[in-house]
């Protein structure tokens, strides 16, 4: 998908623009949201977004599979279908080419899970950033650390997954698509992160409605883009 990079959104500490974070320390509560939502007055397909997955941190394959499982849930309560394409790092002479090596189609987009760097001015208070409309980036680090901080490791997924959808909402919602409910508030607090914990911090009914359209948008778009290849 060629496209330009506008903007870069970073998943940061509150008094920035677009910023987000996780202020407290996990709790030990999992709960399980419904994932058979109907969409009254929808009769278009599910839309399909295929995420391109990067995995540049020490996150294990096993936790990395289970962020992606509950950010797919994530979205799927949103009306949302995520396919996730693990794509390897290293250099790419080494490899066979594959579905990753390509240019980015409409419904594509890039997600990088990035270990922290080195320095940084707001230390593990940030946990990912934007660059609309195709491209997130996640500090698998910074969410490892408050996991370890409270004592709940086991949660990695939870946090790393709800980190992840949060970024992938910013690619369909536009950068500046945070609300004072729901996985996109810019701060999370105590009852945000039981929330999360629970499985019921999600999308808004109105962000969802919007990310399905964005989503389809681009699917009509892509579909447009195949008919004139094939023609």
Known sequence: MKAAI???HPLAV???SGAFVVAVGLVGILGVASSGTVFAGENEPVPILTVQVYNYSQAAPAVLTGAEREAGRILGEAGL??????CPVGPSSLMPKGPCDKELDATD???RVLAAPTQHEYQDSVFGFTIHPAFASVYYEYAMRRAKTDHAESEITIVLGGVIAHELGHLLLGTNGHSRAGIMQPRWEPNQVQQLMMGSLLFTPEQSKLMREEARTRMR???KVSFRKND
């Open 221 to 223: 778009l892509q579909a």
């Open 6 to 8: 506008r903007h870069r």
């Open 14 to 16: 509150q008094n920035l």
């Open 81 to 86: 279908r995520a396919v996730w394409l693990e």
């Open 109 to 111: 987009v890039r997600l």
